[in-house]
């Protein structure tokens, strides 16, 4: 997905952990040479000499692109964005308010339920909170994930199915989705596991994301296959 370029949109990807923007410049020659500028946000730097094909430089997100953007004629900036599915996501993907606000009120709530992975989504499926139960059940710390794609707790094999966006689709018009299936730690392992999505609202009923509650359900699987 492509969205302007604003500075509320460039402090949400700092809060995501991005630190760089990789730059492509065109320019529409039929259009009086208008110059459309595309930045996609990255986490690391990268090295100047091995950019990808058709970048032709990068920025520090939190300095050179609000310069570029301010009085630039006849020039378009835009955020290029990976999304699960653009018809869920909108275009405000980088409005995470809703979740900063909440968080901490439900923290010790879900810090209480050691046995779940209680995982809370935007509406274009990056992780923003993160209970001690999903740190127990998947391996990560906290900090570690928060800004990921939760599709890092999916196989290969769903991934290319499509299964984390189908997911969050039927989440979204029926209200919740319930699965078991294979999820993927930390360190590669496969456990089978249990879950419940559904997306979550503002006192506006607007939509804000997803939440995923998740169980590891090895005994019973182990259980089921040893026909116990």
């Known amino acids: 997905m492509r969205t302007p370029l604003t500075s509320q949109l460039l ?4 809060e995501k952990g991005y630190e760089y923007v990789l730059v492509k410049i065109n320019l529409n020659q039929q259009e009086d040479e208008a110059v459309d500028i595309t930045l996609v946000p990255i986490k690391e730097k990268p090295e100047l000499n091995k950019l990808p094909a058709g970048f032709e430089t990068f920025y520090r997100i939190t300095r050179e692109p609000m310069q570029l953007a ?3 004629d006849n020039t378009s900036i835009f955020i290029e964005y990976q999304t699960f599915d ?12 809703y979740f900063r606000m909440s968080e901490d009120f439900f923290r010790q709530v879900l810090d209480s339920l050691e046995d779940y992975a209680v995982i ?3 509406k274009n499926g990056d992780i923003n909170s993160w209970n001690t139960g999903a740190q127990k059940v998947l391996g990560y710390a906290g900090q570690e994930v928060l800004g990921l794609s939760a599709r890092i707790f999916f196989t290969p094999e769903d991934i290319a199915e499509g299964k984390p966006e189908a997911e969050l689709k039927k989440a979204l018009s029926l209200g919740r989705a319930i699965d078991e299936r294979y ?5 590669g392992t496969r456990f089978w596991g249990s879950g419940l999505v559904f997306p979550l609202f503002d006192e506006q009923h607007n939509h804000r994301g ?5 169980r590891n ?4 699987q182990r259980s089921k296959e040893l026909g116990i």
């Open 11 to 14: 402090g949400d990807l700092i």
């Open 70 to 72: 301010c009085g630039v």
């Open 86 to 97: 653009d018809t869920i996501t909108g275009q405000d993907i980088f409005n995470d308010t």
């Open 120 to 122: 809370t989504t935007d």
């Open 183 to 187: 999820h993927v730690r930390k360190d």
């Open 210 to 214: 997803f939440t995923k509650i998740m």
């Open 217 to 220: 359900q090895r005994e019973e």
